[in-house]
């Protein structure tokens, strides 16, 4: 793909290459095994942000779950600090918006460190609007480029001295995180999964602190 993409960049004259921003999914194993932040990793993420932006962005990721297209496309109207949620309407990718990849509306919500932190980020002289998106271009307002993103999340990390996991494993740390204090159905409309089974890896993945007690006393005489 990327071979015929650089052949296209220079028989059309793209000024980019369109593919170059596009997370490539996790390899499959056999484990279904994943990777994930702990909750004093992440605090060190956001405390190595560039900006107030960027450590809002790392930050919600983390504790709400949304995927880096829907971060983007997050509008200020979204935001309901009063009722503690996050609305996710959209997703922001290769150019274009599009619904979630789950195809439907959802609610997330909002822990309140996630809240004070998109509060502090409104405070900004220009585009705190409800129309206006909540993370923006630096310059213009518009959507956020993606690859700059991605470039100082990763600076970011080295400056944490954190483990080059990827910016999506903050979203598989929210699922390993609420999967251990809610029920699965809760945890999947929270994620947008389309299919339950989608959500019960992080069933698998986070053991429950009781589950050896409960497994002594099926065997208590």
Do not use: C
């Amino acid at each position: 793909m990327g071979g015929i993409m650089k052949r296209a960049r220079k028989a059309y004259g793209l000024p980019f290459n369109p593919v170059t921003d596009v997370e490539k999914p996790p390899a499959p194993t056999a484990s279904g095994d994943i990777e994930v932040f702990s909750p004093e990793e992440v605090m060190a993420l956001v405390e190595a942000a560039a900006s107030v932006q960027d450590a809002a962005i790392y930050l919600t990721a983390a504790f709400s779950g949304l995927r880096r297209g829907e971060l983007i496309a997050l509008r200020w109207r979204d935001v309901d600090v009063t009722g503690s949620t996050i609305r996710v309407r959209a997703s922001y990718s290769d150019g274009a918006l599009a619904t979630p990849k789950s195809g439907k509306v959802r609610s997330v919500p909002m822990a309140p460190n996630v809240t004070e932190a998109l509060t502090k980020l409104r405070q900004r002289p220009l585009w705190n609007a409800d129309d206006d998106l909540v993370f923006v271009g630096r310059r213009t307002g518009t959507f956020l480029d993606g690859r700059a993103l991605r470039r100082r999340y990763q600076d970011a990390l080295d400056r944490a001295g954190l483990r080059r996991l990827r910016f999506h494993d903050l979203r598989h740390t929210f699922g390993t995180r609420v999967i251990a204090k809610a029920d699965i159905r809760r945890v999947q409309e929270w994620m947008g999964h389309a299919d339950v089974k989608t959500t019960m890896r992080y069933l698998h993945y986070t053991p429950r602190k009781d589950d050896a007690a409960l497994v002594a006393s099926a065997f208590d005489a």
